[in-house]
């Protein structure tokens, strides 16, 4: 389904079966997937030191290519990879089957909304990365998938950032997009067709009874060059220290295309 046929169904999220080989060399192994992975990972590890050393229970809610299902699933976490993409959930099952991690690994082919039930209060860390722009309600998805966090828990949300949709079009001289408020995706790109704010994500993050501990912007300068790295001189590791240095900082926090958020649910 495209982002155009998935605002005239309503009621279905996107997934990306169709979209596999895009996604997959676009998004996860693209130099801008890669730096994201390492700044969220940055964040998490930097934050939450004991990811490092505890054994949890974690879910990844939507996971993709399952980068970091399989990250914490090698340290030795108790893992259920959830997705609604087969297509997706296939390539993660063969790397845990390549790699012995089945053993503490556990798939679901389950919508986010439906994993409530059976996950009320169990887990000690919930990811939800770069899911929520894909739901047909973001907001009803990130309350339903709250619930699964027990209390002390955590909750790693990687929010797509309306306002650097703003910023880019912006820069583009797409003013009557912005004017007009359209700037969901149309299905050419990997712009996704449910964006939102920050400030409209912090309060039902609030509403959920979690208290935000540390914000993170994530691709603050690097999506805004106008030349690739390749073609300035840059080092890849230079910009990830700027990246690092600057992205718990305002304004630059809510300046990247993506914003990580690390929530204790009280």
């Known amino acids: ?72 699933a090698r340290m030795g976490h ?52 770069a899911v929520l722009a894909w739901l047909h309600d973001p907001l009803a998805g990130l309350s339903s998938i709250a619930g699964c966090v027990k209390k002390n828990g955590y909750l790693s949300l990687l929010l797509y950032n309306k306002h650097a949709l703003v910023i880019r079009n912006a820069l583009s001289g797409n003013f009557s997009k912005i004017l007009n408020d359209r700037l969901k995706g149309t299905g050419k790109t990997f712009t996704p067709p449910a964006p939102v704010y920050p400030q409209t994500v912090e309060k039902v993050i609030k509403q959920n009874n979690f208290k935000i501990i540390s914000v993170k912007g994530i691709r603050i300068f690097y999506d805004y060059l106008e030349k690739t790295p390749a073609n300035t001189g840059t080092s890849m590791a230079d910009i990830t220290k700027v990246e690092n240095r600057f992205g718990l900082e305002l304004p630059y926090i809510y300046m990247g295309r993506y914003v990580h958020y690390i929530c204790k649910k009280i």
Not at 13 to 33: E, L, Q, R, V, W
Not at 96 to 118: D, I, Y
């Open 78 to 129: 108790k893992v259920i990879i959830n997705d609604i993409a087969d297509v997706l959930l296939k390539d993660v099952k063969e790397t845990c089957s390549r790699e012995k991690l089945n053993h503490n690994t556990v798939f679901n082919r389950q919508p986010l909304q439906q994993l409530l039930p059976g996950y009320r209060d169990k887990m000690d860390l919930v990811l939800l990365h």
């Open 1 to 72: 389904m495209s982002p155009k046929q998935f605002r005239k169904n309503t009621g279905c999220d996107f997934n990306f079966n169709t979209k596999y080989k895009k996604f997959k060399k676009n998004i996860c192994n693209s130099p801008k997937g890669k730096l994201r992975f390492t700044l969220v990972e940055h964040h998490l590890e930097q934050t939450l030191p004991f990811l490092l050393k505890s054994s949890l229970k974690i879910l990844d809610a939507g996971a993709g290519l399952g980068q970091f299902a399989l990250k914490f």
